[in-house]
Nanobody, 128 residues
Framework: QLQFVESGGGLVQPGGSLRLSCAASRLTLAYYTIGWFRQAPGKEHEGVSCISSSNHTYYADSVKGRFTISRDNAKNTVYLQMNSLKPEDTAVYYC??????????????????????WGQGTQVTVSS
């Protein structure tokens, strides 16, 4: 089932910014922890950031201070603001919803196997 549409990716120079959007087609995002994962060629999915239904947030150490996750429940959309982009941020970025009840409280990690619904991904390329 197609649950999400990711957008906002593209080509940007190092130090630049992009804002990714994750819009839901069927799910009501307010009910879920929503995560952003990324996958570079030849690498496993990496949890980048997530936001819980109570708006607790988690960031991978590699993006802390540079990325900000937020949600707009009225628009049923989750955003990932990415600043100070680095070449190592290059990847396909996926939006995903956690299995209901998989976690409680403050997220402390992003196990991919706890996320049930995934979008199609959007390419982010950081290059000079």
């Amino acid at each position: 089932q197609l649950q999400f549409v990711e957008s906002g990716g593209g080509l940007v120079q190092p130090g630049g910014s992009l804002r990714l959007s994750c819009a839901a087609s069927r799910l009501t995002l307010a009910y879920y922890t929503i995560g952003w994962f990324r996958q570079a060629p030849g690498k496993e999915h990496e949890g980048v950031s997530c936001i819980s239904s109570s708006n607790h947030t988690y960031y991978a150490d590699s993006v802390k201070g540079r990325f900000t996750i937020s949600r707009d429940n009225a628009k049923n959309t989750v955003y990932l603001q990415m600043n100070s982009l680095k070449p190592e941020d290059t990847a396909v970025y996926y939006c995903a919803a956690e299995i209901p009840g998989a976690s409680t409280g403050q997220p402390q990690s992003m196990p991919a196997n706890e996320y049930e619904y995934w979008g199609q991904g959007t390419q982010v390329t950081v290059s000079s």
